[in-house]
C-alpha cells in the first residue's frame, strides 16, 4: 500500500512538472500574459514540500521575458519561498510528524560546515545545483534565525538563476539542456549520499579499529 501511495505521489509530481513545462514553453511568461508574477507565486510556493523544477522553468522564463526581470523576480520569490519552507517544517517538527534531523547521531559531523558558517553554507548550497534540503532542515532544527534563512537563500539562488540565464541566452533551451538541467541536481545528490555513506563507514571502521581490545 506504501508503495502504490509513493508511486502515486510521484506520478502526480510528473504529471504537474509536465504542466508547468508546456506553461513555460508556451508565452506566459511574457508581459502579454502578465506572466512574470505567475513566475515570482511558483518560485515563492516552492519548497521541499512543494518540488518544482525551478530551473527549468527559470532557463525557459528568460527566452520568453526580459532575462533580467526574470532573474530579479526569481530571486525576490526565494525569500518568501524559504520563509514558507521554514515554517511548514517547524510545525511539522513540533507536531513530531517526522524526525528532527538534528537528533541524527551523525548529525553534528554531516553538518559540521553549518555549525561554523551557517549563512555561508546555506548560500553556497543554494547556488549548488545540489539537493540541499538536508542542510536546510538542519538549520531549521537547530532554529536558526529564519529571515537570515531566507536571506541566504536568495543571494545563493540569485547568482544560479543569473548563470541559467547566460546559458540560455548562449544556447537556448533545447532538450538536451532541460534534460541535463533537471537531472544533474539528482546525480549529483546521488553521488554526494554515496560519497557521505562511503565516508562515515570508513570512519566508522577506523573507530572500530582504535577501540581497546
Known sequence: MTRM????????ILIAWGGLFLLARSDIFTTRFYGLPVLFLVVALESAFFPVPLNVLVLLASQSADARAVVA???????????LE????RFIIRRSRVLDIKNLKVASRLFAGFVKHPFATLAVTSFLPIPSEPIRFYAISMCYDK?????????????????????????????????????LPVLLGLAGYAYKRAYMHKETKLAEAGEPA
Open 5 to 12: 501511495r509513493n508511486a502515486l505521489n510521484v506520478a502526480l
Open 73 to 83: 523576480i526569481a530571486a525576490c520569490a526565494t525569500f518568501p519561498s524559504y520563509l
Open 86 to 89: 521554514y515554517l511548514i517544517y
Open 147 to 183: 529571515f537570515r534563512f531566507a536571506l541566504a537563500g536568495m543571494l545563493g539562488r540569485a547568482p544560479r538563476y543569473a548563470l541559467l540565464a547566460w546559458v540560455g541566452a548562449l544556447v537556448g533551451t533545447p532538450t538536451w539542456l532541460l534534460v541535463a538541467v533537471l537531472l
